[in-house]
Protein backbone atom coordinates (compact mmCIF):
# COMPACT_ATOMS: atom_id res chain seq x y z
CA UNK A 1 0.00 0.00 0.00
CA UNK A 2 1.12 3.59 -0.75
CA UNK A 3 1.99 6.43 1.22
CA UNK A 4 -0.92 8.02 -0.56
CA UNK A 5 -3.08 5.15 0.01
CA UNK A 6 -2.53 5.25 4.43
CA UNK A 7 -3.11 9.10 4.38
CA UNK A 8 -5.90 8.06 2.31
CA UNK A 9 -7.54 5.46 4.69
CA UNK A 10 -6.38 7.29 7.75
CA UNK A 11 -8.65 10.46 6.67
CA UNK A 12 -11.46 8.44 6.05
CA UNK A 13 -11.07 6.75 9.50
CA UNK A 14 -10.54 10.07 10.85
CA UNK A 15 -13.61 11.10 9.14
CA UNK A 16 -15.41 7.96 10.44
CA UNK A 17 -14.93 8.62 14.01
CA UNK A 18 -15.93 12.14 13.65
CA UNK A 19 -19.32 11.23 12.20
CA UNK A 20 -19.44 8.56 14.90
CA UNK A 21 -18.75 11.08 17.55
CA UNK A 22 -21.08 13.90 16.01
CA UNK A 23 -23.68 10.85 15.93
CA UNK A 24 -22.96 10.23 19.34
CA UNK A 25 -23.04 13.55 20.27
CA UNK A 26 -26.62 13.85 18.53
CA UNK A 27 -28.21 10.94 20.72
CA UNK A 28 -27.03 12.01 23.81
CA UNK A 29 -28.46 15.69 22.53
CA UNK A 30 -31.82 13.26 21.78
CA UNK A 31 -32.04 11.74 25.13
CA UNK A 32 -30.87 14.53 27.54
CA UNK A 33 -33.70 16.47 25.57
CA UNK A 34 -36.42 13.78 26.06
CA UNK A 35 -35.50 13.53 29.36
CA UNK A 36 -35.80 17.36 29.82
CA UNK A 37 -39.36 17.23 27.78
CA UNK A 38 -40.09 14.35 30.19
CA UNK A 39 -39.01 16.25 33.10
CA UNK A 40 -40.66 19.54 32.19
CA UNK A 41 -44.27 17.31 31.48
CA UNK A 42 -43.75 15.64 34.73
CA UNK A 43 -43.32 19.08 36.57
CA UNK A 44 -46.12 20.88 34.42
CA UNK A 45 -48.28 17.28 35.76
CA UNK A 46 -47.37 18.13 39.19
CA UNK A 47 -48.38 22.01 38.86
CA UNK A 48 -51.79 21.31 37.00
CA UNK A 49 -52.70 18.62 39.82
CA UNK A 50 -51.47 21.16 42.33
CA UNK A 51 -53.75 23.99 40.75
CA UNK A 52 -56.71 21.59 40.33
CA UNK A 53 -56.51 20.43 44.35
CA UNK A 54 -56.50 24.27 45.05
CA UNK A 55 -59.08 25.22 42.81
CA UNK A 56 -61.08 22.16 44.20
CA UNK A 57 -60.49 23.02 47.59
CA UNK A 58 -61.24 26.70 47.24
CA UNK A 59 -64.19 25.16 45.85
CA UNK A 60 -64.88 23.14 48.62
CA UNK A 61 -64.17 25.73 51.17
CA UNK A 62 -66.91 27.83 48.90
CA UNK A 63 -69.43 25.71 48.98
CA UNK A 64 -69.09 25.35 52.37
CA UNK A 65 -69.16 28.73 53.50
CA UNK A 66 -72.45 28.96 51.30
CA UNK A 67 -73.77 26.23 53.42
CA UNK A 68 -72.80 27.33 56.46
CA UNK A 69 -74.34 30.58 55.40
CA UNK A 70 -77.78 29.27 55.42
CA UNK A 71 -77.78 27.07 57.80
CA UNK A 72 -77.06 30.86 59.91
CA UNK A 73 -79.40 32.26 57.90
CA UNK A 74 -82.31 29.57 59.04
CA UNK A 75 -81.01 28.43 62.30
CA UNK A 76 -84.18 28.20 64.87
CA UNK A 77 -82.75 29.64 68.36
CA UNK A 78 -85.68 28.21 71.32
CA UNK A 79 -86.06 30.21 74.05
CA UNK A 80 -87.95 30.53 77.11
CA UNK A 81 -89.76 33.49 77.14
CA UNK A 82 -92.12 33.84 80.85
CA UNK A 83 -92.25 32.45 84.07
CA UNK A 84 -93.71 28.85 84.77
CA UNK A 85 -97.48 29.57 85.59
CA UNK A 86 -98.73 28.72 88.85
CA UNK A 87 -100.66 26.02 88.51
CA UNK A 88 -102.95 24.00 90.34
CA UNK A 89 -101.97 20.61 91.35
CA UNK A 90 -104.05 17.40 90.84
CA UNK A 91 -106.42 17.95 94.41
CA UNK A 92 -106.54 14.46 96.63
CA UNK A 93 -110.40 14.89 98.05
CA UNK A 94 -110.30 16.09 101.36
CA UNK A 95 -107.33 18.23 101.45
CA UNK A 96 -106.77 21.76 100.63
CA UNK A 97 -105.84 22.37 97.29
CA UNK A 98 -101.89 23.05 96.18
CA UNK A 99 -100.30 24.88 93.45
CA UNK A 100 -96.88 24.50 91.76
CA UNK A 101 -95.40 26.79 93.86
CA UNK A 102 -94.51 26.96 97.58
CA UNK A 103 -95.02 30.21 99.58
CA UNK A 104 -91.80 32.49 99.78
CA UNK A 105 -91.12 35.78 101.62
CA UNK A 106 -90.78 38.17 98.87
CA UNK A 107 -88.62 39.30 96.88
CA UNK A 108 -88.27 35.28 96.53
CA UNK A 109 -91.41 33.73 94.05
CA UNK A 110 -91.58 30.26 95.33
CA UNK A 111 -89.65 27.34 94.63
CA UNK A 112 -91.28 24.22 92.64
CA UNK A 113 -92.80 21.55 94.52
CA UNK A 114 -91.65 18.57 92.88
CA UNK A 115 -93.35 15.91 95.08
CA UNK A 116 -96.88 16.94 93.56
CA UNK A 117 -98.58 15.52 90.64
CA UNK A 118 -99.82 17.70 87.55
CA UNK A 119 -101.50 17.30 84.80
CA UNK A 120 -99.63 19.51 82.53
CA UNK A 121 -97.21 22.16 83.71
CA UNK A 122 -97.06 25.26 80.70
CA UNK A 123 -93.75 26.04 79.57
CA UNK A 124 -93.66 29.53 77.39
CA UNK A 125 -91.13 29.24 74.35
CA UNK A 126 -90.44 31.52 71.65
CA UNK A 127 -88.27 30.65 68.62
CA UNK A 128 -86.22 33.92 67.95
CA UNK A 129 -84.13 32.31 65.19
CA UNK A 130 -84.41 32.73 61.36
CA UNK A 131 -85.61 29.01 60.83
CA UNK A 132 -88.06 26.25 61.82
CA UNK A 133 -87.32 23.92 64.85
CA UNK A 134 -88.52 20.29 64.55
CA UNK A 135 -88.22 17.46 67.16
CA UNK A 136 -88.48 19.35 70.05
CA UNK A 137 -87.74 17.83 73.73
CA UNK A 138 -86.94 19.61 76.69
CA UNK A 139 -86.77 18.67 80.28
CA UNK A 140 -87.01 20.65 83.35
CA UNK A 141 -84.70 19.47 86.31
CA UNK A 142 -84.61 20.74 89.92
CA UNK A 143 -81.45 20.55 92.05
CA UNK A 144 -82.39 17.34 94.32
CA UNK A 145 -81.50 14.09 93.70
CA UNK A 146 -84.15 12.41 93.88
CA UNK A 147 -85.02 11.54 89.85
CA UNK A 148 -88.81 11.93 89.72
CA UNK A 149 -87.72 16.11 90.09
CA UNK A 150 -88.24 16.54 86.40
CA UNK A 151 -90.80 17.50 84.17
CA UNK A 152 -90.48 16.82 80.23
CA UNK A 153 -91.94 16.88 77.19
CA UNK A 154 -91.10 15.24 74.21
CA UNK A 155 -92.22 16.03 70.01
CA UNK A 156 -93.35 19.05 70.18
CA UNK A 157 -93.65 21.31 66.98
CA UNK A 158 -92.42 22.30 64.37
CA UNK A 159 -92.12 25.90 66.23
CA UNK A 160 -91.94 29.06 62.83
CA UNK A 161 -89.23 31.24 62.88
CA UNK A 162 -90.99 34.34 64.88
CA UNK A 163 -93.22 32.03 66.46
CA UNK A 164 -94.39 31.09 70.40
CA UNK A 165 -95.49 27.71 71.83
CA UNK A 166 -96.63 26.06 74.83
CA UNK A 167 -94.88 22.90 75.31
CA UNK A 168 -96.56 21.16 78.03
CA UNK A 169 -94.69 19.27 80.09
CA UNK A 170 -95.34 16.46 82.69
CA UNK A 171 -93.50 13.88 85.54
CA UNK A 172 -92.47 11.42 83.87
CA UNK A 173 -93.93 8.29 84.06
CA UNK A 174 -92.04 5.27 85.79
CA UNK A 175 -89.59 3.49 83.41
CA UNK A 176 -89.62 6.36 80.98
CA UNK A 177 -86.81 9.00 82.00
CA UNK A 178 -83.19 7.24 82.23
CA UNK A 179 -81.29 10.70 82.41
CA UNK A 180 -79.93 12.09 85.53
CA UNK A 181 -78.62 15.49 86.22
CA UNK A 182 -74.76 14.81 85.13
CA UNK A 183 -76.09 13.92 81.78
CA UNK A 184 -75.12 16.03 79.28
CA UNK A 185 -76.56 16.75 75.27
CA UNK A 186 -73.60 18.96 74.10
CA UNK A 187 -71.27 17.48 76.25
CA UNK A 188 -70.64 20.06 78.70
CA UNK A 189 -73.43 21.40 80.13
CA UNK A 190 -75.48 18.95 82.26
CA UNK A 191 -79.28 18.72 83.01
CA UNK A 192 -78.54 20.42 86.24
CA UNK A 193 -75.35 21.70 88.60
CA UNK A 194 -73.65 18.25 89.68
CA UNK A 195 -74.62 17.81 93.64
CA UNK A 196 -71.10 18.89 94.88
CA UNK A 197 -70.89 21.74 92.11
CA UNK A 198 -71.19 25.73 92.13
CA UNK A 199 -74.44 26.67 91.42
CA UNK A 200 -74.00 30.60 90.88
CA UNK A 201 -77.76 30.91 89.38
CA UNK A 202 -79.26 30.16 92.02
CA UNK A 203 -80.57 27.83 89.90
CA UNK A 204 -84.07 25.55 91.15
CA UNK A 205 -84.27 24.12 88.29
CA UNK A 206 -82.57 23.98 85.02
CA UNK A 207 -84.30 23.56 81.40
CA UNK A 208 -82.62 21.73 78.56
CA UNK A 209 -84.08 22.16 75.01
CA UNK A 210 -83.03 20.41 72.62
CA UNK A 211 -84.64 20.51 68.30
CA UNK A 212 -83.51 20.19 65.47
CA UNK A 213 -83.03 22.74 61.90
CA UNK A 214 -83.83 22.13 58.63
CA UNK A 215 -80.42 20.62 58.03
CA UNK A 216 -80.58 17.61 60.42
CA UNK A 217 -78.42 19.74 63.04
CA UNK A 218 -79.18 18.98 66.48
CA UNK A 219 -79.31 22.40 68.63
CA UNK A 220 -79.70 23.10 72.04
CA UNK A 221 -80.93 25.51 74.84
CA UNK A 222 -79.67 25.71 78.31
CA UNK A 223 -81.76 27.71 80.87
CA UNK A 224 -81.58 28.13 84.76
CA UNK A 225 -84.49 29.24 86.51
CA UNK A 226 -84.41 31.01 89.58
CA UNK A 227 -86.48 31.22 92.73
CA UNK A 228 -87.20 34.67 91.31
CA UNK A 229 -88.87 33.12 88.58
CA UNK A 230 -86.57 34.29 85.87
CA UNK A 231 -84.75 32.46 83.02
CA UNK A 232 -81.01 32.65 82.80
CA UNK A 233 -79.00 31.59 79.64
CA UNK A 234 -76.36 28.66 80.06
CA UNK A 235 -75.68 28.24 76.91
CA UNK A 236 -77.32 28.38 72.85
CA UNK A 237 -76.36 26.41 70.39
CA UNK A 238 -75.57 27.60 66.54
CA UNK A 239 -75.03 25.17 63.38
CA UNK A 240 -71.14 26.10 64.17
CA UNK A 241 -71.22 25.15 67.82
CA UNK A 242 -69.22 21.68 68.93
CA UNK A 243 -71.34 19.08 66.89
CA UNK A 244 -74.13 17.08 68.85
CA UNK A 245 -74.74 13.98 67.63
CA UNK A 246 -77.89 12.83 70.20
CA UNK A 247 -80.63 15.05 70.96
CA UNK A 248 -82.73 14.22 74.42
CA UNK A 249 -84.78 11.72 73.37
CA UNK A 250 -81.77 9.88 71.56
CA UNK A 251 -80.05 10.20 74.47
CA UNK A 252 -82.73 8.89 77.26
CA UNK A 253 -82.98 5.80 74.56
CA UNK A 254 -79.49 5.34 74.51
CA UNK A 255 -79.56 5.26 78.38
CA UNK A 256 -82.08 2.96 78.58
CA UNK A 257 -80.47 -0.23 76.59
CA UNK A 258 -78.04 0.40 78.79
CA UNK A 259 -77.34 -2.58 81.23
CA UNK A 260 -76.29 0.56 84.39
CA UNK A 261 -78.64 1.26 87.46
CA UNK A 262 -82.18 2.75 86.23
CA UNK A 263 -82.74 6.41 87.11
CA UNK A 264 -86.04 6.31 86.11
CA UNK A 265 -88.74 8.35 88.22
CA UNK A 266 -90.70 6.42 90.83
CA UNK A 267 -94.86 6.87 91.00
CA UNK A 268 -95.92 10.25 91.86
CA UNK A 269 -97.15 10.11 95.26
CA UNK A 270 -100.86 11.38 95.11
CA UNK A 271 -101.84 11.09 98.39
CA UNK A 272 -100.81 11.29 102.32
Not at 97 to 116: A, D, R
Not at 200 to 206: H, L, M, S, T
Amino acid sequence: MSRADIIGLANVIAQLIVAGVAIWAVIVALKTSNRQIKENDKQQTKQIEASNNQLNKQIEESRRLATEERQHQSCPIIVPTKAIANVPATQVPGTQQQYLYTSEVPPLKGNISWGLQFSAVPIEVSNIGMGPAFNVHCVLHGYDDIYRNQFISWNNGPIGAGKDETILSRHPFQDELWLDRNDSVDGEHTLHYPSAAPNPNQAQARLTISYQDLFDNKLVSIFDYTPYHQWIRVFVSVPSSPKITLDLKELNAQKKQSPKLKLSAPPITTSH
